[in-house]
């Protein structure tokens, strides 16, 4: 088999067979392909689509290129996935409400990644948390709390370490085939049997539209059937961020928050996310029933007392737990008005993601800094008068405060009310 051949197959928009897909998967891993040929091959799949039959095959090849873990000796054990979003924080509402609620929960996760926030950075707030540790005590704690969460090593789904970094640095990330195919490689070489996948739509999300991200759910969902995987999609929108709060330290604030007894929207999708886990592995009959016992694991307090377990069982320390204000501290601040009275009409969710990064800067390198980030001040269809606050912004140290100050005000259109935005669309396979 000849890679040049396969590319030019996929160029003139011919169907790859389960074995030319498998050469290039292991090509890929070997080095023997090298990266301006995988970038064209990705650059003709963008360009000319793969059926589901190769976007399944792609996706098995990538799940068997590296480790593939087996958790029967755990039991059965459930995952959830989120399509990436900004103030997206449910892992930590999900992953300890499951536990609490005795569901074993095997979150490997991922780091932030463009404009998106990653759970394992997140997690790793809490001073000491071992993101890294080993995939036997990664099973031992499983067994032991109910959950771990730990970072995606590279030990598993090998080529689509190596494929996501060259479709970040070839404009290639955005396609229905290779999303589905990169998240889903991952999860079914992570062993669990119950997946709920978090597919998100809007200005903060990969699709940008509902269409598309339904497309993607139901690809995803009948990946995961056909792999043997009990799994469903929730619909929900990014067309702001999940909270007002964006950067490491806030969000972790705003999920200790909800387990606390917040009500917001990060609640309401937590308890959805979670409730769709207890039908899927049959704990429940009913999303309204399972509801009941999500919500009661959050308000009995049950649910935070699981996050300090998972928290100290992996070295972290979990006193801010019980003051999350302490997160709140960093040192300067910015805030952001409007010049137009209205309502918010849209806001630029992705850029906002890109903002809280930026914050990190130092002499234009991101320097991983926790304490920085953006508290939003309004949301979609909120009314505003002149000179109101916007959003503020929380850094340390800035050499272009105004372009950014610049950059998040335009984050925000100010015009005619906008239709009411519903955070969960529906939900694809229950
Ligand atoms: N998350 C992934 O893991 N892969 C993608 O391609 C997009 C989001």
């Known amino acids: 088999m000849d890679i040049v051949e396969i590319i030019n197959k996929k160029k003139n928009g011919k169907i790859l067979t389960a074995n030319e897909i498998q050469f290039f998967v292991d090509g890929v891993c070997s080095g023997k392909i090298k990266d301006y040929q995988t970038t064209s ?16 095959c792609l996706t098995m090849s990538m799940a068997r290129s590296g480790k593939m873990l087996n958790l029967d000796d755990v039991g059965v054990c459930v995952d959830k996935h989120s399509t990436g979003g900004v103030s997206d924080t449910t892992t930590l509402v999900v992953v300890p409400v499951l536990a609490s609620l005795g569901i074993k929960t095997a979150k490997m996760s991922g780091r932030s990644l463009g404009f998106t926030g990653g759970t394992a950075d997140k997690m790793e707030v809490f001073k000491g948390y071992n993101t890294e540790i080993s995939t036997d005590k990664f099973v031992s704690l ?9 970072s995606q090593s590279a030990d598993f789904a090998l080529a689509d370490k190596i494929i996501y970094k060259l479709r970040s640095d070839s404009g290639t990330v955005e396609n229905l085939s290779l999303i589905a195919s990169s998240i889903m490689s991952k999860k079914i070489a992570c062993g669990a049997k119950i997946i709920v996948l978090d597919c998100k739509y809007g200005s903060g999300a990969f699709m940008k539209t509902k269409k598309d991200c339904k497309k993607l759910a139901k690809l995803m969902v009948e990946i995961g059937k056909r792999a043997g995987i009990k799994v469903c999609a929730v619909i929900s929108s990014m067309q702001q961020p999940l909270t007002e709060f964006v950067g490491n330290n806030f969000e972790v604030y705003s999920s200790i928050k909800v387990l606390s007894g917040e009500k917001n929207n990060l609640r309401e999708l937590s308890c959805y996310l979670a409730s769709a886990i207890l039908v899927l592995s049959e704990r429940c009959k009913t999303i309204l029933e399972a509801e009941e016992l999500v919500k009661n694991a959050i308000d009995s307090g049950s649910a935070k007392q699981k996050l300090r377990q998972i928290v100290k069982s992996q070295g972290g320390d979990d006193s801010i737990i019980d003051s999350p204000e302490t997160l709140l501290n960093c040192k300067n601040k910015f805030e952001v008005q409007t010049d137009k009275a209205g309502y918010i009409s849209k806001i630029d969710t992705a850029e906002i993601g890109r903002i809280s990064h930026d914050l990190q800067k130092i002499d234009g390198v991101v320097k991983r800094q926790d304490d920085v980030g953006i508290i939003l001040n309004v949301k979609l269809g909120d009314k505003v008068n002149l000179s109101d606050k916007l959003a503020t912004m929380y850094y340390n140290n800035l050499d272009d405060l105004p372009e950014l100050a610049k950059r998040l005000k335009n984050c925000f259109v100010v015009g005619k009310k906008p239709k009411k935005n519903k955070l969960i669309e529906c939900v694809i396979g229950v």
Not at 45 to 54: A, H, K, R, S, V
Not at 142 to 150: D, L, P, Q, Y
């Open 41 to 56: 091959l990705l650059m003709a799949i963008c360009l000319n689509g793969m059926t589901d039959e190769e976007t399944y």
């Open 142 to 150: 499983i067994k032991e709390n109910n959950a771990s969460i730990i």
